[in-house]
């Protein structure tokens, strides 16, 4: 089966829709631009009750911080476990020097605990913390990538799977929003930044599949607008946002891409973002790690001798 028919009901075995599938997802970017928001809007919760609005002052002192949260949804019938690590921090600073260094080193020791317990005598109940997915939030008020956002991706992108969005897209028209998506992309493959590529449609899939396939991989990157608060419009209640000039639906194709990358995350696409972490990023690591044991005792042997 391809990854579009994954999550669909139908396809998956009764005895399987009372299976935890657990995926570890993380968000990336500069503060403001509605990285909790966005996250609160996609499984429609409240993860960040407890966060503190800090003054700016407090900003400037902040370092990256990584924190977990959990939350259960239910697709399809299906039931997933959803671990959102997120950075806040990130970018803040006045000096942002290798500001990555916190996420890329806990993503590597994911891999390291993955690794000593596959490594060990017990390998019947691994518990798999690796990041499957890291969502990359651009911001929209410049014009296309920032070198720390080039620098950030890059550092990442060979150890998960990177997805970048642009935040706040209701800042911008929809012929900014084209141009400017048209203008990451460039920069992208200007500066070799290997993203998450979606895997093709196989040639015998139906229409509408190809249909889905193609379009996902023309929203690249994702404009998103998060906002979970209620709105009535022609005479139907929405998620979204109210302007003096009008309403913006969080969930209205033609306004954003926020359903398509929900989708994307959670029903077409989670079990190839976790075949892709498992062989490649983490075969990459395991590969390192190997050598590096392997370079280590011949030296000790040498030494020995």
Known sequence: KTCWKLWDGEDIPASDKNLNIHSFLTSAGEAGLGKSTLVNSLFLTDLYKERKLLNAEERIKQTVEITKRTVDIEEKGVKLKLTIVDTPGVGDAVNNTECWRPVTDYVDQQFEQYFRD?????????QDNRIHCCLYFISPFGQGLRPIDVEFMKALQDKANVVPVIAKADCLTPLEIKKF???VREEIDKYGIKIYQFPDCDSDEDEESKQQDRELKESIPFAVIGG????????QRVRGRLYPWGVVEVENPSHCDFVKLRNMLIRTHMH?????????HYENYRAQAIQNMTRASKNRWAHVV
């Open 272 to 280: 190839d973002l976790k075949d892709t972490t498992n062989d490649l």
């Open 228 to 235: 979970n608060t209620v709105i009535e419009v022609r005479g």
């Open 181 to 183: 998506k048209e203008r």
């Open 118 to 126: 596959e490594s060990g005598l017990n390998r019947k109940n691994i």
